[in-house]
């Protein structure tokens, strides 16, 4: 392994073979140097944080800011001076900004607006899973895993249907972050579509006013003026992007574990009160965000014996903080009955002010899609488990989820389709 003193030692994190385990890296990390100083491809020296307990400080420290507008020339170097027009919004702002745009969205995801989406989540599900082939292997990702947030959250935000595919096409475009001149090229476009497309739509909702959550924000923009058009058209990119990618692989990553850890999905099958639970400890065992999104340090700060100069990248790798042996017994074991997995104890939602808001849509959307698939096709099987499974590989971990999910929803029904019928003779 290279020495984690290395800064070239992040290229390890963008090998197939970190990407497909990456926690043996993160062990090694943890145990030698919590806080790894390295050189992403994007070429900024950049600190990675991989213990529980620094992790969590790390999230709810003011030092370690999130106004990626203070740190413009390192932003631009990674992300493209495109990307600039979509980013204006609470993620990457610090108080009393991120407060203002935060406040302004929160109502939208509360307990009990989003208990109050159930019934309709489910009969999404429903809808999804009676478009899946049962006689042949069908890919769970674009089939049920993908559309079923991004249903969700395009008509939460009122995006008309016949727009969605594409919407989702060029948010596809913008996670797939990389170096090269054709990648950037494409991201660029694919930024300056959805810039375009949501100026346009909300100029379509202040001509003809919608009761959804864009249409409200561009009447308290109107009204009020508490934000600007940019942070108006930013959060919506942000709230579509957020609440489509993060969820998707999540489910995917819950459908992949509980397939290949039996005892687990049969405890959840007998037990649907292990329901809530389980998706907990799939939070923590492969969250789909495997790091926190880039923080800058305002000033010198010290973490494990480590200083971090003013300016510097600060990356905090909450995968790896879940499975810090220091805060969870066993972590590398997969257990829905885990007794030290709390809401409150994983980091797979962050931590602090930058807490996701969609951790009450996505997990019971998450919940809502276990229960259908599982419950709709108890024989549900790997379609080849022989096969490794395809993990994302992406310049920087940022995302966490798989690239396919081939499955057998119904294995007989597939043998008795590959059976030929008799001659007739």
């Known amino acids: 392994m290279t020495s984690v003193d290395d800064p070239a030692a992040a290229a390890e994190r963008c090998t197939p073979e970190f990407r497909r385990n990456p926690y ?46 203070g740190a413009i020339d390192s932003y631009r170097r990674i992300f493209g001076d495109s990307s600039v027009a979509l980013d204006d ?10 407060t203002r745009l935060r406040k302004l969205v929160s109502s939208a995801f509360t307990a009990r607006r989003v208990e ?10 429903e809808e999804l899973l009676d478009a899946c082939p049962t006689g042949e292997p069908v890919d769970l990702l674009p089939a049920f895993a993908f559309p079923l947030p991004i249903i969700v959250i395009c008509e939460l935000l009122g995006v008309p249907r016949e727009d969605r595919a594409m919407v989702q096409g060029w948010s596809t475009t913008v996670a797939q972050t990389g170096f090269s001149k054709e990648s950037k090229l494409a991201q660029q476009r694919a930024e300056e579509s959805l810039h375009g497309y949501f100026a346009d739509l909300i100029a379509r909702k202040r001509a003809d006013p919608t009761e959804d959550l864009l249409g409200a924000l561009t009447a308290t923009r109107d009204e009020e ?20 990618k993060t969820t998707a692989y999540l489910i995917g990553n819950a459908v992949h574990h509980l397939l290949n850890h039996p005892a687990q999905l049969r405890a959840v099958r007998e037990d649907p009160e292990l329901l809530a639970p389980a998706v907990e400890e799939l939070l923590r065992y492969d969250g789909s965000v495997e790091s926190a999104t880039f923080r ?12 971090i100069p003013r300016g510097a990248l600060v990356q905090i790798a909450l995968n790896s903080a879940n499975r810090d042996p220091l805060k969870f017994d066993s972590p590398d074991r997969f257990d829905v009955t885990r007794p030290d997995n709390a809401q409150s104890a994983h980091l797979g939602f962050g931590h602090g002010v930058h807490y996701c808001l969609g951790a ?51 294995p007989a029904a597939v043998r008795e389709a590959a059976v030929p019928e008799p001659v007739a003779r």
């Open 116 to 125: 109050s989406l159930r019934t309709h989540i489910r009969d999404v599900v």
């Open 360 to 410: 009450p849509l996505a997990r019971m959307e998450t919940q809502l899609a276990l229960t259908g698939l599982f419950g709709r096709f108890p024989r549900v099987a790997p379609a080849d488990p022989a096969r490794e499974p395809s993990w994302l590989e992406v310049p920087f971990p940022a995302f966490r989820g798989l690239t396919e999910l081939p499955v057998l929803l119904d």
């Open 89 to 98: 919004h609470m993620l990457n702002s610090d108080p009393p900004k991120h």
């Open 225 to 244: 003026g508490s934000l600007t058009e940019q942070e108006l058209i930013s959060t919506a990119f942000l709230l579509m992007f957020a609440g489509h």
């Open 296 to 307: 800058f340090a305002t000033e010198d700060v010290e973490i494990a014996g480590t200083r």
């Open 24 to 69: 043996p890296v993160y062990g090694h990390l943890r145990e030698n140097a919590p806080v790894c100083p390295m050189r992403p491809p994007h070429g900024l020296d950049t600190f990675l944080i991989t213990r529980y307990q620094d992790a969590r400080a790390a999230l709810s420290d003011p030092r370690l800011s999130k106004d990626m507008y």
